[in-house]
């Protein structure tokens, strides 16, 4: 029996490497709805080829989203039902479709997002690094400069941080990784996850760079790197140091303004500055 509804988007994710993840009902959806839109549609019919499902493929990626968004919702408010889909895992996630849906939502028109495959949580729950918090930071800037400072904006995280990265950048990465957060963090690389080389590799920045740099074959495929978060000793020392700056800044700016100085300064939270400045005030 048919479970799709009329005028609903379906978010439906796709493999993000073994074809054996799609799963029944994101198949049930594919074949039934009225047209899938696809991040790339020559590479998604292959996909769905695998699968005989031969419905209308359109394309809908980063570059037209907002053009095409309002054809798609016409469509949905005519009462077809449509599917969105993006090259490998859950659309939305460092991939296309939050424009699309944010006005489906604002259009008052129903959404379904169908659980999957998605390279984070799959990479993260064969890790083997705490996962309790967490933050998703995607893809780096691919220039160098800028890479490195938004690394370093990230010293101080306390989460474990989880990155994407591409082939052609992996060696700068690890190399701007160890510059930045030192060589003795420990790190965990996942590479080429649910395909036949599936590879993790764990231990400090250093030692997973090393192994990376001495096999070509480790610098091949999609990547997400996983880092631990600062360790609470260096946490609290670069909160104990932005709060002094933050003191003496006050001399001269009113306490926000002096909080959020001394958080770009350090590359900390603004807001625990300024709550930790009160309650300081307040003893």
Same mark, same amino acid.
């Given at each position: 029996m048919s479970q799709i509804a009329s005028g609903t988007l379906y978010i439906v994710p796709t493999p993000i490497g073994n074809l054996g993840d799609l799963s029944p009902r994101a198949q049930q959806v594919l074949a039934e709805v009225a047209a899938i839109a696809a991040e790339d549609t020559r590479h998604s019919r292959k996909l769905l080829q695998q699968f005989a499902i031969n419905n209308e493929v359109f394309a809908l990626h980063e570059h037209n989203e907002r053009e095409r968004a309002q054809a798609v919702i016409t469509r949905l408010q005519a009462g077809d039902s449509l599917a969105l889909i993006s090259d490998a895992g859950t659309p939305l996630i460092s991939d296309p479709g939050y424009v699309l849906v944010q006005q489906c939502r604002e259009q008052g028109l129903r959404v379904v997002a169908l659980p999957g495959p998605c390279a984070i949580t799959t990479a993260l729950s064969g890790a083997g690094l705490p996962?309790?918090?967490?933050?998703?930071?995607?893809?780096?800037?691919?220039?160098?400069?800028?890479?490195?400072?938004?690394?370093?904006? !990230?010293?101080?995280?306390?989460?474990?941080?989880?990155?994407?990265?591409?082939?052609?950048?992996?060696?700068?990465?690890?190399?701007?990784?160890?510059?930045?957060?030192?060589?003795?963090?420990?790190?965990?690389?996942?590479?080429?996850?649910?395909?036949?080389?599936?590879?993790? !590799?764990?231990g400090s920045i250093a030692e997973v760079a090393a192994q990376v740099n001495a096999d070509a074959n480790q610098q091949r495929g999609e990547f997400v790197l996983m880092l631990s978060g600062a360790p609470a000793t260096e946490q609290q020392a670069d909160v104990q140091t932005g709060l002094r700056t933050l003191q003496l800044l006050r001399a001269h700016m009113p306490l926000k303004k002096a909080a959020a100085c001394a958080a770009e300064i350090h590359g900390l939270r603004k807001n625990q500055l300024y709550q930790l400045a009160l309650e300081h005030d307040n003893t």
């Open positions: 996962t309790d918090r967490f933050t998703f930071e995607g893809f780096l800037p691919a220039k160098p400069q800028q890479r490195r400072k938004a690394l370093a904006d !990230l010293v101080a995280e306390p989460r474990t941080l989880v990155f994407y990265e591409s082939p052609h950048r992996i060696v700068a990465t690890l190399q701007d990784l160890e510059e930045v957060f030192g060589t003795e963090r420990k790190m965990v690389l996942a590479r080429e996850l649910t395909k036949q080389f599936e590879t993790y !590799l764990s």
